[in-house]
């Protein structure tokens, strides 16, 4: 029997690493001949009481994270029924980006390595936009990976928003940076090869970022959802904790050719009135959309934030209304995204309507958490 190849995947205790992992010991991706030829090594910041010495039973990572696969609400079952052959899964824990020390071990005899980075959301300080927090993250990360021989890795990126509007708008480096980070990872090539994820905006967002929740508005006895931008602005969301690892899983099952193809992951572009529309259906009360002010917003919405990140949530918006996610084309690769994992047979992705349900959201609950989904 032909010795499987290790898989790594950083940020295995957020959401798009996780969903990492629970697709590809799911019983759909498993069955796949590519996937299956993968055993997986899951690499977390976290400190965890095991010893990563040897592998361990999925059971029991998922108690040690204190999570589980997705189970439907419906019917009380899982959806991501393991089929993984050893049923077992490698562990490495207090992996630090900015410790190479911790990067060289964890990336002992991998063949692919699935890498997210954490945006900083901090505006750069120095003249060079390489020397940003997250750009010297990934250029560790590859350092370690070209020294222990990585071949290929899968990198999760966003558009170059400077570029895209051609110069105008300037402070959004949570973009800027991971593109930066996939362009210097396209110059390793043939080194090391590489294939890229670029995700839309998480579903998640309206639950851990109250300036996009739903508030209350007397005056009108409904629902209200302002940003500064018309209603008619289209949004790519995506499900990131369900559903990053079926379109990780079916590139991988495509094969990683070397060529750096980028596929975009997103269950459609929904308009901001249509994001309104979508929740007034799940909560059964009126939610609406209204467009406000770029002054409105900064001081009502963003109030209390640091004058850079408003910098970068005004500009980043704005950039979406007029430019779009990923330019004119953002339709069209959202659409041919889907059809890749629909074509590895791995599950249809999950809707706003369903992932409001599945969160069981009700109005007025406020962000879960005031950290920003990873």
Known sequence: MTEKKILAVFGATGQQGGSVINQLVSEPAASLPNISQFHLRALTSRSLPISSASPIQLEQWYRLIGSSPDTDTDNNTTNNTTNNTTNTIQVTPQVDFHTPSTLLPALKDVHTAFIMTTPSFTPVTSDDPNSSKEFLAVQNILSAALAQKVDTVLFSTLPNITELSSGKYTHVTPFDDKARAEAYIRSLHPQIKSAFLSL?????????????????????????MRLHVAGGTGIPLVDAGRDTGKFVAAILERGVDGTGE??????????????????????GQRVRYEQVTVEEFRETGLKGFPESLKDVLVEGYSALEEFGHAGKETGALVEEGKRLVRECGLGELVSLEEFLKKEGYVLGKGPRSKQWGS
């Open 200 to 224: 839309g905006f998480f579903m998640s967002n309206w639950l851990t970022q109250g300036f996009l929740a739903p508030r209350y508005d007397e005056d009108t006895d409904s629902w209200v």
């Open 262 to 283: 980028a596929v975009l992951a997103a269950e459609g572009v929904y308009p901001l009135d249509g994001i309104a529309e979508v929740f007034s259906r799940h909560t």
